[in-house]
């Protein structure tokens, strides 16, 4: 075992400040990461603050962060992949069954038993729960590691971690491809990443925002149309014509009018995470025959295909890259949508 530089929430309502926590010493199946950059996830938002308290109870200290890329500093003797000194990532999750139904077909987002990079119980017992990026290391058994594509700038990779994969998989699983229409919901950083795929996969991509000011960057990240969904109106001129609906939105909202926007057999998969149980106008399903479901970030090697397909297509976040001492001040603006369109820790900061 021994000690890395962190920073964490000591309660729900206490910023984030310098901590310290305990790290495995890496076992022969491990890999030791320096941790160069991590992303901020409205996730961490809601989990240092408690606000999934109904379904993931939040144990304290947390140590948010699960978009990490950094460099190997030391591997186990069984792993063959890693080697010090290269590039290496982490995203949600860093072990699962391994051997259930769902871990034997790749997906191990959908394990009953996945743990999680941050505030799910530690298998090795090095602490009561995981502790995430907000560190300058982290260890993690060799199957959940990531290669990082080399000619990428890495501060806008840590993002596609989990911002990258949660967006990426659903559009996959609908096949999302040219002459689609698809709606990305919330330009935020999951948001943004929804339409740089969508729009790579070549479907007539169309952000939906609350933010007036964010429709010229809509445009540049790929969008062919932005509706203002404050505007009955420009939501109207939309009804019934969307193929798949992409929901990123972090807060409560009124899911009726974008399902309305949906095609007979249309789509919505819902990836936001509002702590609010949601209502529903079954009529909303019912005509048109339309489906809602949901989604949860990727397994692992299809995280491993969207890095690489980032890494021949150049697609990476873009990203506000703050000093690890910014990050009380970064959750504040994420909640007022102030954020173009992911915050990105630079790690060396820590050591300040
Ligand atoms: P984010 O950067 O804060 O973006 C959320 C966006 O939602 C905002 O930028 C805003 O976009 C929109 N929004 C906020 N409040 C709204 C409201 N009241 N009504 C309508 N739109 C609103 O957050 P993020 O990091 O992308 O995460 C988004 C959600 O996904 C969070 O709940 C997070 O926990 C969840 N998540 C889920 C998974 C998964 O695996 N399913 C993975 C990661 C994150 P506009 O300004 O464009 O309206
Ligand atoms: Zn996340």
């Known amino acids: ?146 290669k990082v594509p080399e000619n990428l700038e890495l501060s806008g990779v840590a993002p596609l971690l989990c911002a990258g994969i949660t967006t990426y998989s659903p559009l996959k699983r609908f096949g999302v491809k040219k002459n689609h229409k698809v709606a990305v919901v919330g330009l935020g950083g999951l948001g943004h990443m929804g339409v740089k795929f969508s729009a790579a996969f070549g479907a007539h991509t169309v952000v939906i925002t609350t933010s007036e000011h964010k429709k ?22 939309h009804a019934g014509t969307f193929d798949f609906i992409l929901d990123t939105v972090s807060a409560s909202h009124d899911l009726n009018p974008y399902l309305n926007l949906l095609k007979g057999d249309g789509t919505m998969t819902l990836v936001g995470a509002p702590e609010e149980p949601i209502s529903l106008s079954a009529f909303s399903l019912l005509m048109g025959r339309r489906t809602l479901s949901g989604s949860i970030i990727g397994g692992i090697a299809e995280t491993q295909e969207m890095l690489n397909f980032c890494g021949k297509h150049d697609i990476i976040s873009d990203v506000e890259v703050i000093p690890i001492q910014k990050v009380n001040e970064a959750y504040d603006r994420l909640l007022k949508s102030d954020v173009k369109y992911r915050f990105c820790i630079d790690m060396a900061t820590l050591k300040d």
């Open 216 to 237: 010229e960057d809509a445009f540049r990240l790929g969008a062919n149309e932005v509706i203002i969904s404050k505007n009955p109106a420009e939501m109207e001129k």
């Open 1 to 146: 075992m021994y000690t890395a530089k962190a920073y964490s929430a000591a309660s729900a309502s206490a910023p984030l400040a310098s901590d310290s926590i305990p790290r495995r010493a890496p076992t022969d199946r491990d890999v030791q990461i320096e941790i160069l950059y991590c992303g901020i996830c409205h996730s961490d938002l809601h989990q240092a603050r408690d606000e999934w308290n109904a379904v993931m109870p939040t144990v304290y200290p947390c140590v948010p962060g699960h978009e990490i890329v950094g460099r190997v500093t030391k591997v186990g003797s069984s792993v063959k992949k890693f080697k010090p000194g290269d590039l290496a990532a982490v995203g949600c999750l860093v072990d699962s069954d391994r051997d259930c139904p769902q871990c034997k077909k790749d997906l191990e987002n959908m394990c009953h038993n996945m743990t999680l990079t941050y505030n799910s119980p530690d298998k090795h017992g090095t602490a009561p729960v995981t502790y995430g990026g907000y560190s300058e290391s982290i260890v993690v058994d060799k199957h959940f590691v990531l």
